[in-house]
């Protein structure tokens, strides 16, 4: 099947890539999706990489990867309708003909253009994920190619991932510790077979009929062990680009992302309990990814509002700075978390300040953090202290500086606690927005601020100034795709 133009055109337009009338003048009479494609690249409205992204999803050799419709077939398994993306690949949910049994399928975008790094990798997260049978680790059946386009084949979860799930059913911070506990042993199952996931995040945790499932190892290292061959060659720079900044360990950050041990996955876990307990990341508040990476790296995470005291000294101690300080494996940690769990619903460590739908939120938006800078708790003498240093780069005409400043504070304006001024926090974003029209970072603060204050339509304008300004600055991809999945939130609000 030849992908139409008219099918490219539908994808970019919705996603707010390009407008209509951008399509069409660049578009030149362009007889099918590659021309379009093509003559989009020229006219700068792609990337190369983007176009190929978004060609694997419409054309027939990745129609897998997109959501084409009709009877698509990767060897026995019949495709359904999407239920996930990732970074990496599509998820559909499927049916295995010869068994009448449901499946989820995962495929490679960009389908056969992907490239080879990304099929490699591909590759090795069926063959780790091969290595283990756990109950709580998602298990794959049976791989495969199908027009240049791997794939490989697992049981269905029926239900949400973690992040979702949390905002839906808003949990006690005891249940949440309950439901990931047996990861720990996952983990430790995993780290017996040579396994570091290096990808632990509330979007790779999947929970179906109030079980939570570890998935996704796409970026798993392969340690030497008995059972199997070491990885063969570390993952290249563009691995260091793919896993999630907000859990990577020190030691990832520091010292790369090939030289890990498991004690990493202890790490991101204890964020990952932390942020499911608390509705806030432990290291929030950043905004940009440096300055998350020396949070992650020098800073201990502030007082919890939720976390009882047991948990909260769990969270920490796999959340230790030097992986020797760590519990000694995910084993420990797992007792440990049994112990905090057997001392009893004692009362909460501090008085809950926030309210639950609140601190749900900033799960839902956990892969953007670091693009948008969850703001910090609200605390008077910081938005003081912000405003002054604006005003100070105002005053001297550092424009540039003052604008990004702004920014901070309008993000800081709209964090839960005793300084939450969602109208102050748009004054500061038009402000910024005012300094710096050329900057994306103002855009898209200014649509977050419109998004909270009940104003989708304006917030999807200003989101999609911030695509094009980013698009245009060529900036990275982690951005880029938070602030697409934000103005497509704003978008479907936009129109009920
Ligand atoms: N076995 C499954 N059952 C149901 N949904 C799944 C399954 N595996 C993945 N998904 C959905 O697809 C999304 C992307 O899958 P993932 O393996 O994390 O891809 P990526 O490697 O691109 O991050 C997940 O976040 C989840 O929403
Ligand atoms: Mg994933």
């Given amino acids: 099947m030849e992908a139409t133009a008219g099918e490219l055109e539908r994808l970019v337009v919705g996603r707010g890539l390009a407008s209509r009338e951008q399509v069409a003048a660049a578009a030149g009479g362009a007889a099918d999706a590659l021309a379009l494609g093509q003559a989009l690249v020229r006219a700068r409205l792609l ?17 897998g990867a997109g959501g084409g419709e009709g009877e698509d077939r990767v ?7 999407e239920i996930g993306r990732g970074g990496m690949a599509v998820v559909r949910r499927a049916m295995h003909s010869g068994l009448r049994r449901p499946a989820a399928v995962k495929l490679l975008r960009g389908g056969a253009a992907a490239s080879e790094e990304r ?7 069926a063959e780790a994920a091969a290595r283990l049978r756990h109950e709580a680790i998602v298990p794959v059946h049976d791989v495969g190619e199908w027009r240049g ?15 979702r799930w949390i905002a839906r059913e808003r949990p006690t911070p005891r249940e949440v510790a309950r439901l990931l506990r047996p990861l720990c042993d996952a983990l430790a199952h995993a780290h017996s077979h040579g396994i570091v996931h290096r990808d632990v995040k509330p979007r790779n945790i999947l929970v179906g009929t109030g079980r939570a499932y570890l998935t996704d190892f796409g970026l798993a290292k392969l340690l030497p062990s008995a059972d199997g061959p070491a990885e063969e060659s570390p993952i290249t720079h563009e691995g260091a680009l793919v896993g999630s900044p907000l859990y ?19 790490f991101a876990y204890g964020c990952v309990l932390w942020e499911a307990c608390e509705g806030r990341h432990p290291f929030a508040g950043a905004a940009t990814p440096l300055e998350a990476f020396h949070r992650i790296c020098e800073e201990e995470p502030g007082a919890p509002a939720r976390l009882p005291r047991g ?25 440990a978390l049994d112990a905090a769990l057997a001392e009893g619903a004692g009362p909460p460590a501090r008085r809950v300040r926030r309210r639950l739908a609140a601190a749900a939120a900033p799960l839902a938006i956990a892969a953007g953090a670091l693009a948008f800078g969850l703001a910090a708790p609200g605390d008077a003498s910081e938005t003081r202290r912000l405003a002054a240093e604006a005003q100070a780069h105002r005053a001297a005409g550092r424009t540039a500086e003052a ?10 304006l709209l964090d839960e606690g005793p300084g939450r001024d969602p109208a102050a926090a748009e004054d500061a974003a038009r402000r910024a927005v ?22 989708p339509a304006e917030a999807a304008t200003a989101y999609r100034t911030a695509i094009a300004l980013m698009r245009a600055a060529r900036e990275s991809p982690h951005e880029y795709a938070a602030l697409l999945r934000r103005c497509e939130a704003a978008a479907r609000e936009e129109k009920p």
């Fill in 47 to 63: 990337g190369p990489a983007e176009l190929a992204g978004l060609l694997g999803e419409v054309s027939g050799a990745g129609a």
């Fill in 75 to 81: 060897g026995p398994y019949v495709l359904g309708p």
């Fill in 119 to 125: 099929r490699v990798r591909f590759r090795r997260e």
């Fill in 149 to 163: 386009t791997p794939w490989l084949a697992m049981d269905l979860v029926e239900g949400d991932t973690l992040d």
């Fill in 248 to 266: 990577m360990a020190p030691e990832q950050i520091r010292r790369g992302f090939g030289d890990v041990g498991p004690r990493a996955d202890l």
């Fill in 311 to 335: 948990l909260e000294a769990v969270c920490r101690r796999a959340l230790r700075k030097s992986p020797e300080e760590r519990f000694a494996d995910a084993a420990g940690m797992g007792r």
């Fill in 403 to 412: 604008a990004e400043v702004e920014c901070r504070l309008a993000w800081r």
């Fill in 434 to 455: 005012g300094l710096a029209p050329d900057r994306w970072k103002c855009h898209g603060a200014l649509g977050r601020v419109l998004a909270e204050r009940g104003r």
